[in-house]
């Protein structure tokens, strides 16, 4: 079995949500296909969207809400 | 009572500017910091820093607890604000008071009415500053928001009352438009402002930015010229000149005399700045907003006055009158500001944080940077991206943009993209030359001739 791992293209501030009120994207145990968004990082000030960039059967996030990142961290991994 | 000690709430380049003045007047000086900042340049140059929380500006900066714990724990006389964070906060204005210390800027009163869009409406047509067309004071239903538009016409903004610099704003065309974006409107600025009132305002097409400096004691009241800020993007300032070279003289009189009626009107106390709209056409000029605070910009109205605002603010907060008349306030040159920040102007002004290697700040009459930076400098990504300021100042504003050119090819910024390579094209550009721009000119021109100098050259900077 592979994993995956998808990592900060940027550091910044990494958000599970779209906005405070909203569901998660995703949560562990999600399948996730290439596109999917699965976060959200703001550097300064400016929002940008993280895709899976990976199909898999199951994410598990290593990374809370609003937690700092720096680029290259690994946010999650990915069940192929 | 005089100010002996200070604690700068803010960061970057305006924490190291508030360090500097205070250094100036002899003034003992505490820096607080988020732990992503403990080697920021203001920490390094203050007498003493706190970390006052996690990176993130609402457990930080934004945080009023964790700020005047700090203040109370360095034993300061005062506190300043800067700009942004809680600067036009008038809870933090009224907390820093509460805990028996000084608020370098305007009564907490006095941030409240200001930032209140509506209120400061009604306050600029009480001092007789004209205000732009639109709705009376609130709107609060859709059949209100129709009677303002019958005043003011399409098309029409829907503000709002909470909001502020640039933020909670949306345009409709027609009344169509107008059902549709008004209850949005509301439910928005209720959720980012806490606060769902809203107000119409008339677009006026082709208009400048210009603004007036003023300073106050709560007796007497000045201004110190004004500022052309009409090169914007997404309605943030890019280029900031001093004075509104094209303002005819007597316009220029009544838009300051304006600006400071309105600070008579609240019995101003530090310094602010009363923002406009100036139709070249017609010589109207329309009151928008009152900053109850220090901006980005105001070393522009330094050069040109010889005035340090930084210095004037602190000692009107310790209880001195102003140190200048309105007699001795003269306008001399022309001053330049060219905002340098990490984005990458080619490509779609992407944020761009990292360390700073090599750092090279030109010198020479006339010219100064207000920076953060330092060689080997890691920027943190959690701010916003303003690296440093650089103002040129000359005899006329065509010795001042020839100057500022050569100026802007000796700043050397390198790891990180910066806008240096928009502010050279902007420089070098015949509109920008003649004055020939209004609020909207630059996002054309960056689709336009930005977008086909920018590309075959590929820009690293």
Redesign the interface.
Known sequence: MSKHEIRAPMPGTFYRSPSPDAPAFKVDGDAVASGDTIGLIEVMKTFHEVSAGVDGKAIRFLLDNEEPIMAGQVIAEVEA | MTIRSLLVANRGEIAVRIVKAAKALGIRTVQVHSA?DADMLAVRLADEAVDIG???AKKSYLNIEAVIAAARAAGVDAVHPGYGFLSENADFADAVEAAGLIFIGPKGDAIRLLGDKVAAREVAARAGVPTVPGSAGRVSSIDEARDGVAQAGFPIMIKAAAGGGGRGIRIAADMADLDRHFPQASSEALAAFGDGGLYLEKVIGKARHVEVQILGDGKNFIHCFERECSLQRRRQKVWEEAPSFLLPADVREKLCASAVALAREVKYSGAGTVEYLYDEDSREFYFIEVNTRIQVEHPVTEMVTGIDLVQEMIRVAGGAPLSVRQEDVALRGHAIECRIN??DPARGFM?A?GTVRRLVVPEGEGIRFDTMLYEGYTI??????LLGKLVVWAETRDACLDRLRSALRGLVIDGVATTVPLHLALAADDSVRRGDFHTRFLEGWLDEVFARQAQPKAEVA
Do not use: G, Q
């Open positions: 992503a996690p990176p993130a990490a984005e944020p944080p943190p990504p959690f701010y916003d991206s």
